[in-house]
Nanobody, 124 residues
Framework: HVQLVESGGGSVQAGGSLRLSCAASGYTYSSYCMGWFRQAPGKEREGVVAIDSDGSTSYADSVKGRFTISKDNAKNTLYLQMNSLNPEDTGVYYC??????????????????WGQGTQVTVSS
């Protein structure tokens, strides 16, 4: 039974930082492609970043240079360090997993497993 549990969301002012975590269980975590998505009110869920089993990463242009994805295979935990946050980063952040990253890493249909999400609110 695959389970993904996000944590670390909260409210910050513009320019601030947050680190999200995603604890994974129920599968061979280190061999999977992991992604972070976000969904703002009234908008579709969008891909933020993905990391493959070999450590290769793909970032959305809107977060390049500000967000960093990482993972700790020993702890089965995925992280998203978010710096220089702005109000446009507000939304529910989800982690997701699939056996292998693909070119369409930023499409929700690519992933088989999802967490419940954690809210991030950035005020101006």
């Amino acid at each position: 039974h695959v389970q993904l549990v996000e944590s670390g969301g909260g409210s910050v002012q513009a320019g601030g930082s947050l680190r999200l975590s995603c604890a994974a269980s129920g599968y061979t975590y280190s061999s999977y492609c992991m992604g972070w998505f976000r969904q703002a009110p009234g908008k579709e869920r969008e891909g933020v970043v993905a990391i493959d089993s070999d450590g290769s990463t793909s970032y959305a242009d809107s977060v390049k240079g500000r967000f960093t994805i990482s993972k700790d295979n020993a702890k089965n935990t995925l992280y998203l360090q978010m710096n220089s946050l702005n109000p446009e980063d507000t939304g529910v952040y989800y982690c997701a997993a699939v056996i292998q990253c693909r070119a369409d890493w930023n499409e929700t249909g690519t992933y088989n497993y999802w967490g419940q999400g954690t809210q991030v609110t950035v005020s101006s």
